[in-house]
């Protein structure tokens, strides 16, 4: 298994700093945004990926992908209001480590970057590898768009 590097484009987000940090590093706050629809929307983009039994709390969540098991992902690191550290696990054919790192544009601009360390096997990256790229910008533009408050 060798791990393998993405790294999202700089996206702006029209929010404090602070305000952004605070809402991305309590992972309740993502529970309400996926049961109010996102979890539909991955799958009618993505068929082959179902996701069910969502629950999270304030430093993790833990959800099952249909055919491949239950995924949990934890914050394993928050340096206020600049970086938000993420780790996998449970039974997924991969593991990685994911940073979402804030930077201040002016008092109510943020600039954002994402960066995912993925390790998998060979088979898993000829599968997914190419599509990572495209899904963690999908991801960051997404995160762009939250309800901060």
Known sequence: MGVNKYVSDVKTIGHNQQVVFNYLSNFENLAGYMNSGLIERITEKV??????????????????????GVA?????????????????SGGLPLSFTFWIQLLP????????RLTLHAEMSMMIKMMVGNKLEEGLNNLADTLTKLPYQ
């Open 105 to 112: 544009v002016d008092e109510y601009n943020t600039k954002m």
């Open 47 to 68: 068929p082959q990926i179902k996701i069910t039994e969502f629950q999270s709390d304030r430093d993790s969540c833990k959800f099952n992908i249909t055919g491949l």
């Open 72 to 88: 949990e992902i934890k914050i394993i690191d928050r340096e206020p209001f600049k970086s938000i550290k993420i780790e996998s």
